[in-house]
């Protein structure tokens, strides 16, 4: 993803920050629609709804680790996002990428709904709720040009509303160049990890210890281990629990506990190669 800057514009039709919010960035003709689904109802009135559009239907965990998307298109936005609402339980949010213009054509829309499931898989944040893949539909050079500037855009704009749906949570050279390798060892463990804006990063290979300590029996922290084995990012070896894939956490401390299976404060707990703990290198240098 290219990071020029841009000036991107969110509308709030309602005045509500919580309600829908229309973003776009102020040079392109690319809108993304964010609709809470108790206000779907509110966006049909919109002229919006009436075109052909590439739609994204977004679920959680009630503790925000567990994240689901459905990618969509369609030429009739209100009978399908209707039909979801009624069959569909899972989702949360719609986002919706239209064209300010209503140049989005049937073709733009397959192209785009291919393409997004594809990023969506590559990336590993989100787990998909479509069936399958599907073809990659035959598109002309110059409209698929068309079709990846507006998949740029729709990424950024999703991004900025929140959905990092096509970006990996894993380590990037950037990353690595500045030496923000930490490490998690001892009793069993060995995890690698990255702190980064939003949040920290296991990477994936990283071991843990498979039992628990008593005192986090029936807690949140046990939860969270549970739900991490259930869904095939953390998978037991033995005595051991290991990373299938890199998986970002809130905080530095469910990165430790998810390895350690104890309470952990992971700002102490990660380590560089030479030793200076996460507080150390991220807290305690920055500028006062």
């Known amino acids: 993803m290219t990071t020029t800057p841009k000036t991107i514009q969110i509308f709030l039709p309602g005045g509500d920050p919580r309600g829908i919010r229309i973003a776009e960035v102020t040079t392109r003709i690319v809108q993304v629609f964010e609709v809470p689904r108790s206000l779907l109802p509110e966006f049909l009135k919109m002229p919006e709804s009436e075109q052909v559009a590439l739609y994204f ?4 965990s009630e503790d925000g680790t567990d994240h689901k998307v459905y990618i969509g298109q369609t030429g009739d936005l209100r009978t399908r996002l209707v039909e979801h609402n009624k069959k569909k339980d899972f989702w949360e949010r719609a986002l919706v990428l239209v064209s300010k213009t209503n140049s989005l054509t049937q073709t733009h829309a397959l192209f785009l709904e291919w393409h997004c499931l594809q990023a969506t898989r590559k990336a590993g944040r989100y787990a998909d709720e479509n069936s399958n893949g599907g073809s990659k539909p035959h598109t002309p050079a ?3 040009a068309d079709c990846l500037e507006v998949f ?4 950024t704009l999703l991004a900025t509303l929140g959905y990092s749906v096509f ?3 894993g380590k990037t050279d950037h990353a690595m160049d500045k030496d923000d390798l930490f490490f998690c060892t001892g009793s069993g463990v060995n995890g690698r ?3 980064t804006q939003e949040g920290f990063t296991v990477l994936k290979g990283s071991v843990g210890r498979k039992e628990n300590v008593p005192s986090i029996k ?3 922290d046990e939860r969270l281990r549970i739900r991490l084995l259930e869904s095939g990012v953390m998978h037991v070896e033995g005595d051991k629990v290991v990373f299938q894939k890199d ?9 430790g506990v998810a390895l350690m299976g104890r309470s952990a ?3 102490d707990e990660w380590k560089t190669k030479d030793g200076r703990t996460l507080d150390a290198v991220k807290r305690q240098a920055a500028p006062k």
Do not use: K, M, Q
Request: hydrophobic share 30%; with cysteine; charged share 20%.
């Open 193 to 195: 990890g990255i702190y």
């Open 57 to 60: 239907l977004f679920g959680e």
């Open 152 to 155: 740029e855009t729709g990424r």
């Open 247 to 255: 998986h970002l956490f809130r905080s530095p401390s469910g990165a």
């Open 265 to 267: 404060n992971g700002w």
């Open 142 to 144: 110059p409209l698929e």
């Open 167 to 169: 970006d990996p949570v």
């Open 218 to 220: 029936g807690t949140c």
